[in-house]
Structures are given as C-alpha cells and as structure tokens.
C-alpha cells in the first residue's frame, strides 16, 4: 500500500516563526503536492514538485517554499507565519507515468498560527 | 483557466437509497481527467473514482459510478445503495497535463453527504 506521512497532525505556532511541515511518501513517487484546505474553498494547490530539486508554484504560493532534496520528502516552509495562514494542510504524492495519476494524501496537519 | 463547481454544499439522502452529487468542469483543454475523493470527519482523503477525457464508458467502481457528460462538462458521482459509513465530504477534482505525467488537480469546493437511517 502507498504510504503518505506527515510530520504532525496538529501543530501550532506563533505569528513570525519560520515553519516546517514534512511529507514523506514511500511508492518512488515522482510528483508530490503541498495543498491547502479551507472550508468552503476545498483544496487549493500551493506547490508541486515533479522530481528532485524541481519545482512548480500552484495557485496560492505567496507566502510558502518548498524544498525536495531527496525524491520520497517534500518540505512545506512557511518563512514567517501569519494568522491567515491558519489551515489544514495535505500532502499528496503520485506517479508520473501509467494508470490515473491518481493522487495519494497524508492525513494532513491542521496549522494553527496565533 | 480551469474550474471546477459543485453546487450543492450539503445533501441528505437515506440509508440504501442512491444519490447524485453534481459537478461540472471548464476546461478548454482536450485530455484531462476527472476524479472524486471522499473525506470522512477523520480528514484523509480516499480516492473514489477516475474518468478520462476520452473514455467512452462511464466509469464505475462498486458502488461508485461517474456519469461523464462531455458535451455538458459534467462528471457527477452517483452512490447506490448509501450506507451510514458514506456521510463524508465529497470533492471533485480534475487534473490537466496532457502526457507529461505532471498533473496537479483542482478540486471543487466539496458537498457534505449525510446519510440518514
């Protein structure tokens, strides 16, 4: 089975603090995924990465980096957090060729900035 | 730019009765894929059913059917026979990207299903 974590399920930080959030994947997936989840605007693509050391902003990446040194581990960071950045966040991982590039999730960190 | 609308934020249906949950797509691209996910109240997301763009035949896994209406830029979900275990956030997603294999999603903004005994 494919296997998605996430370094915490829940986690909360104070406005100004430099964040990591941690996905790592186990399948040798090529592409992986940083979306966020807020109600009533389902998923939103923040990054993706679709190998080493390559990345691709998505629709709402002011305010984030990404980092993939190694092909199983996509790093969120958040440089200086804010309120607004208060939300769940998944990651998801997929392979690049075959079948329905059917994306894998984690189980997600709930973010809480105060 | 492509969107995905599911217009209905939250619907009721009893135990082992079908339902529809509508979504409908813009695109202007020609290969793209369509999928639905299902989030129950523990927050993973479970991946359902894929439809692509250039599949005759409706796609169907178990209980789950996808009735892709290309002319209309529709894929809804239909659940036969619900079961309690099927209250859950519903998404549907679509993916572009042609053949690279670089294929992000885009998702709705999710109906909440809440089957009744």
């Known amino acids: 089975d494919v296997k998605v974590t996430q370094s915490s399920r829940y986690l909360v930080k104070r406005t100004g603090e430099k964040v990591f959030l941690e996905c790592v994947q186990d399948?040798?997936?090529?592409?992986m995924f940083w979306y966020r989840q807020d109600p009533g605007l389902g998923l939103r693509l923040i990054y993706f990465?679709?190998?080493?050391?390559?990345?691709e902003k998505g629709d709402i990446p002011e305010g984030y980096s990404v980092s993939r040194e190694k092909k199983e581990r996509f790093s969120l960071i958040l440089e200086s957090a804010s309120t607004n950045q208060t939300s769940m966040y998944l990651c998801?991982?997929?392979?690049?060729?075959?079948?329905?590039?059917?994306?894998?999730f984690g189980p997600g960190t709930r973010l809480t900035v105060t | 730019a492509q969107k995905i609308t599911q217009t209905q934020p939250g619907m009721f249906v009893q135990e082992k009765e079908a339902v529809t949950l509508d979504c409908t797509y813009d695109?202007?691209?020609?290969?793209?894929?369509l999928f639905w996910y299902k989030q129950p109240s523990s927050g993973e997301m479970i991946f359902l059913i894929y439809?692509?763009?250039?599949?005759?035949q409706n796609a169907t896994e178990g209980r789950y059917s996808l009735n892709f209406q290309k002319a209309r830029k529709s894929a809804n979900l239909v659940i036969s026979a619900s079961q309690l275990g099927d209250s859950a956030m519903y998404f549907c997603?679509?993916?572009?990207?042609?053949?690279?294999?670089?294929?992000?999603?885009?998702f709705g903004s999710g109906t909440r299903l809440q089957v009744q005994p």
């Open positions: 998801a991982s997929s392979p690049a060729a075959g079948g329905s590039y059917e994306q894998y």
């Open positions: 399948m040798d997936h090529e592409n």
């Open positions: 990465s679709y190998d080493v050391k390559m990345k």
């Open positions: 695109t202007s691209d020609q290969s793209y894929g």
């Open positions: 439809q692509g763009s250039y599949d005759e």
């Open positions: 997603a679509m993916s572009l990207g042609g053949d690279t294999g670089r294929r992000a999603l885009t």
